[in-house]
């Protein structure tokens, strides 16, 4: 009796014209020309969007050369153009974001699939999965008229009073600046670090809760030292995924940040990032060189957010590899 051909089998198939035309026939070449031709769009796309970067950056990249990415002036009228200001505010309020958002979204991760009641864990993660599809400029406006007013006249003023002696909370208490849009961004990116965390502690095999219990552990003890380190790559995943999201925010963080092209130590300054600008100069610009500035702007920020997500990966890979080499 002939047994069915296994996966680890297909490897050894024959490859000639009747054997194409009988896997054909069975629709498995079929259905994997297709889904590969899905997989080459993808990286077809981000081919294009590259080399139409790269293209219609080309003057201000002969122009300016690397003093582009280091250099502090932005003033259209004289033509001169510098991203630093733009990398540092992007870099700063992403930073910020994560920095509070970070505890928050795995406090409530574990929560929900760990220690909630089930049916209260459901209800709140449908409300979480709600706050992630609001769009951005909802949270700007709140940002703007309730945020904003509450950190120019209680936060801000209090921060300065305990922590002024430092340098990042000296300075005049504007309201806007980096600090309330790194506040507004963490508000935005929370629930994607609590939704795919909690996912994440949900796929751990209950084998995990069951044993460390079995050995005297408490319930949060089984939760922090026997789920969390095994669900440690995809929550790291949600982490960076949030970054991105950061990174590439515009609208909220236009309403909040101030709007300044100038760097500065304090965290109450006004700033600017890369994807503000291009939201408030793109179509005003005029003239090649501004353009072409603008666009070299664009590319810096893919490849900001490509070299990040690339250190991410290479963090996750080597967490994974370790753990595996001392299981």
Request: aromatic fraction near 8%; proline fraction near 5%.
């Amino acid at each position: 009796m002939a047994s069915a051909p296994t996966i680890a089998g297909t490897a050894g198939l024959p490859w000639g014209p009747r054997a194409l035309i009988r896997r054909a026939r069975s629709g498995d070449e079929i259905a994997r020309l297709i889904t590969l031709v899905f997989a080459l769009v993808v990286v077809v796309l981000t081919v294009m969007l590259v080399e139409q970067l790269w293209v219609n950056s080309a003057e201000a990249r002969h122009h300016f050369g690397l003093a582009f990415l280091f250099t502090r002036t932005w003033d259209p009228v004289f033509s001169q153009f510098g991203a630093l200001p733009f990398v540092y505010g992007t870099l700063v309020t992403s930073a910020l974001g994560l920095l509070v958002a970070v505890p928050l979204g795995l406090g409530a991760a574990i929560f929900l699939a760990e220690l909630a009641p089930r049916r209260l864990s459901d209800n709140l993660t449908f409300l979480i999965d709600l706050l992630a599809a609001v769009p951005s400029v909802i949270y700007g406006l709140l940002g703007v008229f309730i945020l904003v007013p509450l950190m120019r006249t209680e936060i801000q003023p209090a921060l300065k009073r305990t922590l002024g002696f430092t340098p990042l909370f000296q300075g005049p208490a504007y309201g806007i600046g980096l600090l309330t849009a790194g506040l507004v961004l963490a508000v935005m990116i929370v629930p994607f670090i609590i939704s795919v965390s909690r996912e994440v502690l949900l796929a751990v095999p209950g084998d995990q809760r069951e044993a460390a219990l079995a050995l005297g552990a408490t319930r949060w003890e089984a939760t922090w030292k026997a789920v969390v380190p095994y669900a440690r790559t995809g929550i790291m995943g949600s982490i960076f995924l949030a970054l991105a999201r950061a990174l590439g925010e515009t609208m909220a963080v236009t309403m909040v940040i101030g709007n300044n092209p100038r760097i500065s130590a304090s965290l109450f300054a006004p700033g600017y990032s890369i994807a503000a600008v291009l939201a408030n100069e793109f179509s005003e610009a005029t003239g090649n060189l501004y353009l072409s500035a603008l666009v070299e702007l664009g590319l810096v920020l893919f490849l900001l957010t490509f070299v990040l997500n690339g250190l991410a990966r290479l963090l996750i890979l080597l967490t994974t590899s370790r753990g595996s080499v001392h299981t």
